[in-house]
């Protein structure tokens, strides 16, 4: 990794540099992998593809509660002839048919059924051999027996198709198909088809574990009594609240005050223990001066001004002889979790091996005047919603000051203004990026 924040220097970065600068940082470091039972993937991003063993569904099987027959041979039903645009009346499926068994779900019927016999049959029972139609159990009455075997008569035989109300062998993933592959995020819906192939556990990247503290002389720990010039830590809580959304193992640290001492230590034990570092607060021009050199001290640090608001300035870089990556995040409560969802969600998802992932992106129109300015990324919380023909339109919170965070509270989205534009009009489309973090 070729990269220095230093070698990026003083200019101002675009968001998009900045990203990528970070995102450069993963390619260095290989996660570790463990395997873990069904029950404990959720959350967890795969490190291998998930080969089928088996054909899902097994067997070919009933869609429908019903008989389970042979289509005649040589037989058409009435729509095949329409279609085909025969004059001949056609040879009309038999209307009654005698019972030979029954194939049941757990229970198949394992003989071959003779022509014009039926077998009936429940929703996911394999087709019996030689079958290849269901009829539905509501087209169906009791006819008189014959022979000693129950009958039952069709309504509306030239209803019936070929092959209906049939669920084929391995439809849903067939044998030896990658069925998931690697970098992908396990939710409810995988869990379900890993079990449905039979797989019971899966390797997965392990759990990135992430150091947080705050810091600054005037944060003080919810549950504590606010000194006069005090401020409540929130930064801890919504960091805390953003990683564990990601499945990460947060480390708290607490709250560190503003002096050099401790810092170097603090910040040594940390990236010792933890596969990434975030702080909040202390890195604005000023103050940034005693934070400097306690993290020169321990890595490789640069403070980026990024052309976006809220969210500059940010420190990054890599801590100790583990090359932990660092983020310095700014203070205000707001630009922590913008600056958080922007460059450090990314990094985390490369290092958990979600490799392809982007934050979901949607248009919609401004409903009223947005205000930004050319030069910078502006990121406003704002409040969507789509209209009856399913259009969506979004309008800011109201203030959007960066120490507003009820703004966010508000908000369920990120209104994204490219750098280039100097406002939005009313009615103009902008993107915005939906809040995924909320369970
Ligand atoms: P700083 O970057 O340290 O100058 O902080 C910028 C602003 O954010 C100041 O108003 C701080 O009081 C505030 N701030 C810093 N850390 C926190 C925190 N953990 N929780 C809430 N506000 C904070
Ligand atoms: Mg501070």
Known sequence: MSLSCFDLGERMLSVDEALEAILGFAAASSPAHETLPLAA??????????????????????????????????????????????????????????????SLAGHGYRDEVPEHAAVS????????????????????????????????????????KVGQHVRQAGEDVPLGAVALTAGTRLAA?????????????????????????????????????LPMDGIFDANRFSLHGLLTALGVEVIDLGILADSSQGMVSALRDA???ADMVITSGGVSVGQA??????????????????????????????????????????????????TFLQFVQPLIRRLQGEHAWQPLRLMARA??????RSGRVDFLRGVYHADESGQLW????????????????????????????AGIEAGETVTLQPFMHRG
Request: one cysteine or more; glycine letters at 10%.
């Open 121 to 160: 049959i429940t929703t996911g029972a394999p087709m019996p051999p030689g079958t290849d139609t269901v009829i539905m159990s509501e087209q169906l009455e009791e006819a008189p027996p014959e022979a000693g075997r129950e009958r039952v008569r069709v309504t509306r035989p030239e209803t019936v």
């Open 189 to 225: 819906e995988h869990l379900g088809l890993l079990a449905s192939l039979g797989v019971d556990r899966a390797r997965v990247s392990r759990q990135v574990k992430v150091a947080i503290f705050s810091t600054g002389d005037e944060v003080t720990a919810p549950g504590e009594p």
């Open 289 to 338: 001066d005693w934070i400097k050199p306690a993290l020169a001290e321990t890595g490789e640090l640069g403070f980026w001004r990024i052309a976006m608001r809220p969210g500059r300035p940010l420190a990054f870089g890599r801590l100790g002889s583990e090359r932990v990556p660092f983020f310095g995040l700014p203070g205000n409560p707001v630009a922590v979790m913008v």
């Open 41 to 102: 993937l959720r959350g967890r991003v795969l490190s291998e593809d998930i080969t089928s063993p088996v054909n899902v569904p097994q067997n070919t099987n009933a869609a429908m509660d019903g008989i389970a027959l042979a289509w005649p041979v040589g037989q058409q039903s009435q729509r095949q002839v329409q279609e085909q645009g025969q004059k001949h009346a056609p040879l009309a499926l038999p209307e009654c048919w005698a019972l030979v068994g029954e």
């Open 394 to 421: 979004v309008r800011s919170t109201g203030r959007q000051g960066s120490g507003i965070l009820s703004s966010m509270v508000a908000a369920n989205c990120l209104i994204e203004i490219a750098a280039p534009c």
């Open 367 to 372: 409903e009223e005047s947005l205000k930004s």
């Open 271 to 273: 990236a010792a223990a």
